[in-house]
């Protein structure tokens, strides 16, 4: 059974640092597409950061040069590496998993992933 775990999320002051885990089961060892997505009160969940099989990834513009996403397969772990946080980062990050032959991997869209974590609060404070 494919299972997505997030972990890491909290409250910070602008400046500060994060790490978001996301344990995926089952998703590390085939051709998945991983995705970070961030979805803030009254606004639609928007693509963060992606991971593929091969290593490879992508980044929203608002967040390239400060998050870096990364992944152990011995673990069965991805990361979201959060730092210079600024008060727009706030919101529910999820982590997202699909086949890499479902989804587009650079310009990620929520209704094409289909395994799903709970999500995990990230809040920024000014």
């Known amino acids: 059974q494919r299972r997505l775990v997030e972990s890491g999320g909290g409250s910070v002051q602008a400046g500060g640092s994060l790490r978001l885990s996301c344990a995926a089961s089952l998703v590390t060892h085939f051709s998945y597409c991983i995705a970070w997505f961030r979805q803030a009160p009254g606004k639609e969940r928007e693509g963060v950061a992606t991971?593929?099989?091969?290593?490879?990834?992508s980044y929203a513009d608002s967040v390239k040069g400060r998050f870096t996403v990364s992944r152990d397969n011995a673990k069965n772990t991805l990361y979201l590496q959060m730092n210079s946080l600024k008060p727009e980062d706030t919101a529910m990050y999820y982590c997202?998993?699909?086949?890499?032959?479902?989804?587009?991997?650079?310009?990620?869209?929520?209704?094409?992933?289909?395994?799903w974590g709970q999500g995990t609060q990230v809040t920024v404070s000014s």
């Open positions: 991971i593929d099989h091969n290593g490879s990834t």
């Open positions: 997202a998993a699909e086949l890499i032959e479902v989804v587009s991997c650079t310009a990620p869209d929520p209704a094409d992933f289909g395994y």
